[in-house]
């Protein structure tokens, strides 16, 4: 059974930053793809960013690009999210998520697990 946990998350003042971290349990195959989602009070969830296995290619969406770096750790089943000149607007609950290698399928697409997500609120 796969096992997402999610940490990292706090408050913070804008312009600060926070590193997201999601630890992955029984997950080899299955995490070909992670990624961090993001759901802030009555909107939508929402792609953050997505990486391979090997970090060879990434995506993010566009309100984080050049403020986020998603990277990975394999040999300890580790993703992170290092989130810089933070906002206001990007407090959210943030989720870690996996899929396994879908061949066409975009970095931001068809995730099958899911952690419980971490919390992070910017204050202005």
């Known amino acids: 059974q796969v096992q997402l946990v999610e940490s990292g998350g706090g408050l913070v003042q804008a312009g600060g930053s926070l590193r997201l971290s999601c630890a992955a349990s029984?997950?080899?195959?299955?995490?070909?793809?992670m990624g961090w989602f993001r759901q802030a009070p009555g909107k939508e969830r929402e792609f953050v960013a997505g990486i391979s296995w090997g970090g060879g290619r990434t995506d993010y969406a566009d309100f984080v690009k050049g403020r986020c770096t998603i990277s990975r750790d394999n040999a300890k089943n580790t993703v992170y999210l290092q989130m810089n000149s933070l906002k206001p607007e990007d407090t959210a609950v943030y989720y870690c998520a996996a899929r396994g290698l879908r061949p066409g399928v975009p970095l931001r697409d068809e995730y099958d697990y899911w952690g419980q997500g971490t919390q992070v609120t910017v204050s202005s």
């Open positions: 029984a997950c080899t195959y299955s995490c070909y793809v």
